[in-house]
Nanobody, 125 residues
């Protein structure tokens, strides 16, 4: 069975950094669209960043250049490096993968093939 396992969340003060990790088992990220979503309290699920099937990368403008997605094919792992974190970055972060595309959908929507379990990020003032 395919599993996407996330780690790296936690609590940090504003201005701090975290690295989120998502490792797939029973699945290859290489030919897939792979990305990160965030579910913040009181907000919709937002698509933050995607590595598309052709290898190109996109980011949400809301990140203001603070986040970086990267893929290690040898480890079948995708990372999200988050810098200068702010309280508005607080939420549950999900990695996701799909053989075709990712879109602005609810977190854990079955429209997307695979989701990680989510990891909590809390940023204090």
């Amino acid at each position: 069975e395919v599993q996407l396992m996330e780690s790296g969340g936690g609590s940090v003060e504003a201005g701090g950094s975290l690295r989120l990790t998502c490792t797939a088992s029973g699945y290859s990220f290489g030919d897939s669209a792979v990305g990160w979503y965030r579910q913040a309290p009181g907000n919709r699920c937002n698509l933050l960043s995607v590595k598309w099937t052709d290898g190109s990368i996109s980011y949400s403008d809301s990140l203001k250049g603070r986040f970086t997605i990267s893929l290690d094919n040898a480890k079948n792992t995708v990372y999200l490096d988050m810098n200068n974190l702010q309280p508005d970055d607080t939420g549950v972060y999900y990695c996701a993968a799909d053989g075709w595309r990712l879109a602005e959908v609810e977190c854990e929507s079955p429209v997307v093939n695979y989701w990680g379990q989510g990891t909590q990020v809390t940023v204090s003032s």
